[in-house]
Nanobody
Framework: QVQLAESGGGLVQAGGSLRLSCAASGRPFISCAMGWFRQAPGKEREFVSRISRSGGRPYYADSVKGRFTISRDNAKNTVYLQMNLLKPEDTAVYYC?????????????????WGQGTQVTVSS
């Protein structure tokens, strides 16, 4: 079992920045590839970014490439999502997820454990 707890969401103006954190517990963090997903009202959950167990191979959705940066600190059992140049269309609930099988897939079904989510709202 892996427990995940996101933090760092909030309300920000367009062009601003936020940093999301996701703290993991319950299983050696190094055994988990980590991903970030988001879900806007009335839309399906979509992939945002992922990072492999070792911290390599970061990958981003086209919609956030160049603006968001994923990183992890295995000593702190935490994964981060730095979000810059935020746009109103980034407004969503953001979820972190742990993948213990694929070392970082792109689809929600490839992740085994999920956090409760943190709301990000970007005003225009």
């Amino acid at each position: 079992q892996v427990q995940l707890a996101e933090s760092g969401g909030g309300l920000v103006q367009a062009g601003g920045s936020l940093r999301l954190s996701c703290a993991a517990s319950g299983r050696p963090f190094i055994s988990c590839a980590m991903g970030w997903f988001r879900q806007a009202p009335g839309k399906e959950r979509e992939f945002v970014s992922r990072i492999s167990r070792s911290g390599g191979r970061p990958y981003y959705a086209d919609s956030v490439k160049g603006r968001f940066t994923i990183s992890r600190d295995n000593a702190k059992n935490t994964v981060y999502l730095q979000m810059n140049l935020l746009k109103p269309e980034d407004t969503a609930v953001y979820y972190c997820a742990a993948d213990i099988t694929y070392d970082g897939g792109l689809g929600p079904s490839q992740y085994d454990y999920w956090g409760q989510g943190t709301q990000v709202t970007v005003s225009s």
